[in-house]
């Protein structure tokens, strides 16, 4: 079995899932509206991705900018949707006003996700204790990612954060996966992986037209090559 490092890539439709496997993406976070940060795409987008690639796909369940839960009846029914189309692993993660993590709402959501995969996402850049928020969501099931940049400015400014919690990969509340995205540049590569970081996510480095144009095969298989050497 291939241990090498997890390369995740957004897609916002169809054309840039084919070309994110085609670069050799392991995985795809599937949102739509990135200049709200990503929120939960259209059923319909969902099915066309699915039968598009054969690789995994976690589905964003998030309704509104910013990292308040908003309605979390309506995320509820759109994670029964998408599970009833076939959808298998998804992202989420809420705070609430004091910046703690909501689990009033991630809880909701994780009961309905019955135990499939997800990814705590970059909230927890915005958490007011990195240390107190895993720790309170530690025995919730499913729970195998953080997507975090170390700090809500990007990797740059993260970057002694992400090493320290790489570091306490063996203590309560650090077993989760840490998956590394937000500024995320190749040169950064050399320091994460040699602390043994081994999961990566990136939008717009894939795109090199910025996001009003399409993920280029040839940028993620820069980063493929780059993950790999």
Not at 29 to 38: H, N, P, Q, S
Not at 52 to 65: K, Q, S, T, Y
Not at 111 to 117: H, S, T, V, Y
Not at 158 to 176: H, N, Q, S, T
């Amino acid at each position: 079995m291939s241990n090498r490092a997890l390369l995740e890539v957004i897609a916002l439709d169809a054309e840039d899932a084919v070309a994110a496997q085609a670069g050799g993406a392991d995985r795809l976070e599937l949102v739509t509206d990135m200049a709200a940060d990503g929120l939960t795409p259209p059923l319909k987008v969902f099915e066309s991705i699915r039968s598009a690639v054969d690789i995994p796909l976690r589905v964003m369940l998030r309704a509104a900018d910013g990292f308040a839960a908003g309605d979390i009846d309506v995320l509820v029914d759109k994670a029964r949707t998408l599970r009833a189309a076939g959808a298998e692993e998804f992202v989420l993660g809420f705070l609430d006003q004091d910046g703690h993590a909501d689990l009033v709402a991630v809880e909701r959501l994780v009961a309905e996700l019955n135990g499939r995969p997800w990814t705590f996402h970059r909230a927890i850049d915005r958490a007011a204790d990195r240390d107190v928020l895993r720790k309170h969501l530690a025995d919730l099931p499913g729970l195998d990612t953080y997507l975090t940049a170390g700090s809500p400015s990007g990797v740059d400014a993260g970057m002694d954060v992400l090493l320290d919690e790489a570091a306490r990969a063996e203590l309560p509340g650090y077993e989760p996966q840490i998956m590394v995205g937000g500024g995320l540049r190749l040169d950064h590569l050399p320091r994460l992986r040699a602390a043994g970081i081994e999961a990566f996510h990136i939008g717009g480095a894939a795109r090199p037209g910025g996001w009003s144009g399409p993920v280029d095969s040839a940028a993620v298989r820069e980063w493929r090559t780059a993950l790999d050497s």
